[in-house]
């Protein structure tokens, strides 16, 4: 049978029985019910199991037991008791396989990992007690490049390097185009405008757009620490005087190592896009040499 004729009575089935394949369909279309099918899928069968997996009280999760048995997805094998019908397995493999290689997935993983940079490059969400340091050398590299001087640059810079990165995929492998930001020029007393830039490491052959310029950085070693920015902004040291503890710590390790401050770029780079609100992630790069 040729891929067209398969189409074709791919197709006559579905319009055959549109009805019955929107209720099995329908079956999984519920955010606690897809919960439930992970939970029978991990063999957690019976109704307190259930119950305890999916955070539904009785009556709700009887409800939905019974829509997925009513559609043949699930089996009621005694009392109290259920499991995945072969059909219900099959569709779920299904489903699974479908969005994992979707371009839908895709897309919003990029978006949460656009939205998580934001989040940290903008200081929307205190420093970890213990200073750790770790010596880091940036090679070389190509980077598209976005700066903005206004009373909110880290919004505004963002919101132009998203719209062009986004689109390029750039934002689905922070690993593979790391971002890094930082002010440029730093805010100075008694005015509301300041600057910020924002990098994203490209290939070569990328080209200016707009906004958006392409430039060669030439790297260089870096002493670089962690910091939790939600502990750092609700600290009394972020208040009094604007910026991170930990910039200021970092500065204090260079000045009695063996380092000398370099002429290279000071950098912020977010990472841990699946990191909670209280644990949002930021890399502070100071530049240094022997």
């Known amino acids: 049978m040729d891929v067209n004729s398969s189409m074709n009575n791919l197709g006559k089935t579905i319009a055959e029985s549109c009805e019955d394949i929107a209720l099995i369909l329908g079956a999984l279309a519920h955010e606690k019910r897809l919960h439930l099918a992970v939970a029978l899928l991990a063999g957690r069968g019976t109704f307190e199991e259930l119950r305890q997996a999916t955070g539904l009280g009785k009556t709700a999760l009887a409800h939905h037991l019974a829509l997925m048995v009513g559609s043949g997805l699930v089996l009621r094998t005694g009392r109290g008791r259920y499991e995945l019908s072969s059909d219900g397995r099959d569709l779920l493999n299904i ?3 479908t ?14 990992r656009a939205n998580y940079i934001q989040r940290i490059h903008t200081k929307e969400v205190h420093t970890m007690k213990k200073l750790n340091v770790e010596i880091v050398t940036l090679e070389p590299m190509h980077v598209a ?15 132009k390097m998203r719209a062009w990165a986004e689109p390029k995929g750039l934002l689905e492998d922070i690993e593979e185009h790391p971002v890094f930001g930082f002010n440029n020029p730093n805010p100075s007393p008694g005015k509301k405008e300041y600057g910020y830039e924002f990098w994203i490491q490209v290939e070569p052959d990328v080209k200016s757009e707009g906004a958006v310029k392409i430039k060669k ?3 260089g070693k870096y002493a670089v620490t962690t910091c939790n920015l939600k502990e750092e902004l609700e600290s009394e040291f972020f ?3 604007g910026y991170l503890e930990s910039w200021k710590r970092l500065a204090e390790w260079v000045e009695n190592s063996k380092y000398r401050y370099g002429s290279h770029q000071c950098l912020e780079k977010a990472h841990d896009p699946d990191a909670s609100d209280e644990n949002l992630i930021l890399d502070l790069y100071c530049p240094i040499e022997e």
């Open 217 to 219: 950085i030439n790297g």
């Open 239 to 241: 208040k009094e005087n």
């Open 99 to 112: 969005y994992s290689g979707s371009r839908r997935r895709r897309e919003v993983e990029a978006a949460k």
């Open 95 to 97: 489903v699974g396989r």
């Open 145 to 159: 490049s976005v700066q903005v001087i206004s009373e909110t640059p880290e919004h505004d810079a963002w919101k």
